[in-house]
């Protein structure tokens, strides 16, 4: 079947007119002395038929992806005592910190107290089942719940009275959930890569002193403040409200202190007994559930014979058990409502609860799998709107409890959900007498940690002052407008400034310095060699031989490539120079696309141009010059170029660069063709005389796209043309490729010497025999580029005539 689909295939190029690659590339110049020495390997072309049969599934990879999702599979069959001893101890242990801090939470979220245990009661039941960390906890969190607030409020304004703040709550996590059960299951956990951390840090400080500032007036008493304003407005009138305080501001105040108290007292303690550090780390986690348990019981002795209003704020009724039990409402109009909010809430939610798992991962030696986490997110959030759950997420305080406690693997949750069950079954009637102040002061010092301390924003401006002032545009927009714009404003400034980083970062001509080793002495060396050493090769520095090839190799010198311009690390005493009159040598800093092409070609010609004599003495006829060319016409200034030297070869140092873009490429075909016209003799463009050599460059897909234009194989090895009416001979004539070559059998560790170039099994060129213009390194394609530019000057052809007489190879 090949032949009739490569005669067809032959008769559409024709009729359309399309030139193959292949068909245009000279044959390959191959040593007739390298035979029977280096075996012949030419390069396999990637084809998009190659690309498309790696992205087909296979069965053995579709069973994988199965058993990836379903974790458990992997550490449950060896679940034993030990490890049950130390879940379940850890789990009950977060069980009864969770227990306050979710209900104080639902009330940032706009919600009654018990949506909290439902939420927190799901992340804990089904984490285990998804999860990569043993030391996650999902549940409710204070930025999570500030936000859904907001959306709460945004959706009521817009539709007062059509939803209640509960089906609002639910349709929002349903399609959060379902959108990062999409991302988890893709395997898009590299997105988040997109997300930088300094807008994360400005938004959690921000939601910390909005948090702080909407709860102020619950824990002084103070009513008839809007807190759903802007932060600072919030702030203002608070503190006009100050007058109005209430007797709840003696149970908020005096729980805060109570909370550091506990704290102050349980973190001393575990210094002066270090032995008892984690008993006392585990009762200072616990503070928060003493603390309500205390006030709990102060306000039922208050109200427990009142039969009027309380003289404080309380929670009163909550429903038991599941009574909110359902599915969401997922109606077209309140979806369209929270839809424009989403992006904000996925962001902090993916980001907060990663952060928390590789901290922990790193912490304690384990893999944290971001696509699964997030495939654990999504199935805890939309499976938990069907119990009446709303938006969860890890939460670091009581992942960290978790951890302290001595939790083993992901299990731990689920004993934490037992304790939820018990709450919401057998407690409820308790905490009807729950001071809302009290919950006011718990939501406070648990969030009080949170704002970015001096010492960490001074770290910030010595790492890089353009993100510290980036951090406070959010910090500002937050405060003065809202926390979605605030995500949203320093995202994007980011990413600008990314993008500028990565589009106008200019590349660097490079040239050579010969560096030797250096080692200070020990105290074993004899005054002998010393002395023999600083009389050879300067201080403690080891004597280099005149001939390489004779030393050891720990003594030979080696070339390295610096930038010409010094504008870098390396010390400006040091000499730098070309390695050869006429061979450049550039340096992509970061990649090479279409958003920094533009200025890389424009870099890269200009100073080439400035640096090299013109192949064609420059006309003296105003009538025959272009109208841009301010070129003073003096006998000095053609002195001038007549002294520089010949352009013989541009080397690109591609180590950076991966991918290869259409208008890249365009944008060196029309460096070539302007070098070109600079370089040989005559205007017309259609010559080639500068080589160019590629270092580095390892993708296929990129080697491909320069072949097809004309790069990395050499050109013109049997032609020949008249020039000014006279004959050329074939400038390659004497032209040898320069190849990199491995031995074919392993060597020993520490290299093997190959005898007379000859390896036992024979030498393999490490890439293909057709790219002679593709080089492994940057030392390999200096070396190639300078050889040639001395077999040209060798020749004879132009040696004291003007540049661009001698025709190279490498195009």
Known sequence: ?????????????????????????????????????????????????????????????????????????????????????????AGLTVGFVVIPQAMAYALLAMLSPEYGLYT?????????????????????????????????????????????????????????????????????GWIIEFIPYIP????????????????????????GVNTREAPYLVIINSLKGLPRTQVDAAIGLSSIALLYAIRYFCDKMGVRYPAKQRMWAIFSSLR???????????????????????????????????KHAGPPPLGTDLVTLVLPELPAILIILVIEHIAIAKSFGRTFNYTVVPSQEILAQGASNLFGTFLGGYVCTGSFGASAVLSKAGARTPLAGFFSALILILALYALTAVFYYIPMAALAGLII?????????????????????????????????????SLEISIYVTICVSLALLLIRFSRTPGRFLGQTRVYHYHSPSPKDSDSDLAS?????????????????????????RNIYLPLDHHDASNPEVTISAPHPGVFIYRFPSGFNYTNQAQHIHRLVNYIKTRTCPGAAPSTDNATRLWSDSTPLTSTSQEEQASLPRLRAVVLDCTAVDMIDITSVQGLVDARKSLDRHACRGSSGDRRCVQWHFAGLCNRWARRALVVAGFGAPAGLSEEREVEGEREENPLAGWKPVYVVASATAGRAG?????????????????????????????????????????????????????????????
């Open 120 to 188: 927190s009661f799901v992340g804990a039941a089904l984490y285990w089942i998804f999860g990569t960390s043993k030391d996650i906890v999902i549940g409710t969190t204070a930025v999570g719940s500030l936000l859904v607030g907001s959306v709460i409020t945004s959706v009521q304004e817009q539709r007062p009275g059509i939803y209640t703040n509960e089906e609002i709550a639910k349709a929002l996590t349903a399609v959060s959930g379902m959108v990062l059960l999409g991302i988890g299951l893709l395997r898009l």
């Open 751 to 811: 290299g093997e010497e190959v005898e007379e170039g000859r390896g036992k099994g024979g030498l393999l060129p490490v890439h293909g025999v057709d790219r002679p213009c593709f080089h492994v390194d940057l030392m390999e394609a200096v070396d190639a580029a300078v050889r040639e530019a001395r077999r040209v000057e060798a020749c004879g052809k132009g040696a004291e005539g003007r540049c661009g007489d001698e025709k190279t190879a490498c195009q």
């Open 533 to 557: 050493s600083s009389t050879t090769a300067g201080p403690h520095l080891t004597p280099f031989p005149e001939h390489p090839q004779s030393a050891d190799n720990h003594n030979k010198p």
């Open 200 to 223: 994360i840090s400005a938004f959690v400080t921000a939601a910390a002193i909005t948090v702080m500032a909407t709860q102020f007036p619950t824990l002084m008493g103070i009513t």
């Open 288 to 322: 928060l559930t003493f603390a309500m348990l205390l006030y709990t019981f102060i306000s039922w002795l208050v109200n427990r014979n009142n039969t009027g209003e309380s003289p404080f704020r309380i929670v009163g009724p909550i429903e038991r058990g599941f």
């Open 445 to 481: 010092h648990a969030v009080a940690h949170l704002p970015t301390p001096p010492k960490t924003l001074y770290k910030y401006w010595k790492l890089s002052p353009p993100e510290f002032i980036i951090w406070w545009i959010g910090v500002l927009v937050a405060i003065f407008v």
């Open 1 to 89: 079947m090949s032949p009739p689909t490569k005669s067809v295939a032959d008769v559409a190029r024709k009729v359309l007119k399309i030139e193959h690659s292949e068909s245009k590339q000279p044959p390959v110049y191959f040593p007739h002395d390298a035979d029977g020495v280096i075996d012949y390997y030419t390069e396999p072309e990637p084809t998009v038929g190659e690309w498309l049969r790696s992205l087909v599934p296979t069965l053995e990879g579709l069973l994988r992806y199965i058993r990836s999702i379903f974790l458990f599979t992997r550490w449950l069959p060896r679940y034993n005592l030990t490890w049950m001893t130390g879940d379940s101890i």
